[in-house]
């Protein structure tokens, strides 16, 4: 039986203008401007279909499976959808842990992506500053927050704060590539060099040529080895070059906190590298109205997550012919086996802005094709396909 392909049926979210999601670009006093930072600026080569990066030294990354995007409704420009906000990190299954600036407003409602599980609702009300009940916490120096999720995601694996090692680090997230790039929403990695630093913090250095975080990689993890040392906090704006500093999870007393957050919470999972990990990063995959993936379910399969997340590159003020005929935006449609009987069906989702996601339970053994389609400009995209047995 020839499987229906899914794709989504409306939508309810356009894509609007990157710099309205950018969770820094605030101040803390009138002299001086703050933004969250990202691992990378790119350099496009030449020819082949991977990437290369020079200007701030980072790649695009699948292997942490624990980082996830922070997203929240918002309308700039009065153009309403879900947009990227922030990195961040599971703590535990149903935990997730970023910037406490990422999550100012208690009352809004806030989604995580996860490529290995999909979009996952956030608990409206359930948002915990680590400076709560505290008025002596400097909240700048402790930028830590954490959301509760309505459901725990399957087999991911989760963080915790580990040895507080000083040396090279890696720092991961889904920020934009470099200073005036709007191309938040690829997952890109970069090792940096940990330097003396206030207490509180964990410092490196960096220039117009050496790595970096950006705009919307907030709460995302800093990592020595396997261990999480600290997270994204307000730094430089502009990312060009500076101190970049995280905010320390090592310290004994954020460890406490950490461990108060995750009390009871799940935190088992199998640590295993996706199916499917594809980084459509070079122009000549990009361009190209759509792309054909492929992966392959195996006997006794329970659960198959596909999902999407790109870039987005366009500004409103580059939409002077309507926000459809320039915003970056594409689909993600699924089908299954051409033959055997039908044994599950799978719930695709396209109806957020740079997120998309299907969920097949007990998915037919053999080939799935996955197809992305451009419904909009193009750019930038990442796929992951992960099937749970």
């Known amino acids: 039986m020839a499987a229906s392909p899914t794709a989504k049926t409306k939508r309810h979210v356009f894509i609007a203008a990157a710099a309205a999601c950018v969770a820094a670009a605030i101040s803390l006093s009138a002299s001086t401007r703050l933004s969250a930072q990202t691992a990378s600026a790119d350099r496009l080569p030449a020819t082949g279909g991977t990437l290369t990066l020079a200007l701030k030294g980072g790649t695009p990354d699948h292997r942490v499976a624990s980082v996830g995007m922070l ?7 009065g153009r309403c959808g879900v947009y990227a906000r922030c990195s961040g990190v599971m703590g535990a299954r149903d935990r997730f842990f970023t910037a406490g600036h990422c999550l100012t407003d208690r009352t809004r409602d806030y989604w995580v992506f996860l490529p290995q599980a999909g979009v996952i609702t956030g608990m409206r009300g359930s948002v915990r500053h680590y400076c709560d009940g505290d008025p002596d916490c400097d909240a700048a120096i402790h930028d830590l927050a954490s959301l509760t999720l309505a459901s725990s995601a399957a087999g991911i694996p989760v963080q915790r704060p580990g040895s507080p090692l000083t040396g090279q680090v890696r720092i991961i997230g889904f920020g934009d590539s470099g200073p005036g790039r709007p191309d938040h929403g690829i997952l890109r990695s970069a090792i940096v060099t ?3 630093c206030d207490t509180g913090l964990v410092c490196y250095r960096f220039t117009a040529d050496s790595p970096a975080a950006c705009n919307h990689d907030s709460g995302g993890p800093m990592l020595r080895g396997e261990n999480l040392i600290g997270l994204a906090r307000r730094s430089e704006y502009g990312c060009v070059a500076g101190l970049g500093s995280y905010t320390d999870v090592t310290l004994p007393a954020v460890v406490d906190w950490w461990d108060t957050q995750t009390a009871g919470a799940s935190t088992a999972a199998a640590a295993a590298d996706p199916d499917l990990a594809f980084d459509c990063v070079h122009p000549d995959c990009w361009r190209r109205p759509a792309g054909e993936h492929t992966v392959h379910v195996q006997d006794g399969a329970r659960r198959l997550i ?4 790109h870039a ?7 939409c002077r012919g309507g926000l459809r005929d320039c915003a970056v935006d594409f689909d993600l449609e699924l089908s299954g086996p051409s033959t055997a009987s039908d044994s ?3 719930n695709c989702s396209n109806d957020f802005v740079q997120v998309a996601a299907c969920d097949c339970p007990t998915p037919r053994t053999g ?3 996955i197809t992305i389609r451009a419904t909009g400009e193009r750019g930038p995209y990442q796929v992951t396909g992960r099937v749970i047995y």
């Open 71 to 77: 997203m929240s409704r918002s309308c700039p420009s």
């Open 194 to 196: 940990t330097v003396p």
């Open 306 to 309: 596909v999902t999407m997340n």
């Open 312 to 318: 987005s590159l366009a500004g409103a003020g580059d």
């Open 344 to 346: 599950g069906s799978c």
């Open 367 to 369: 080939p799935w094709t």
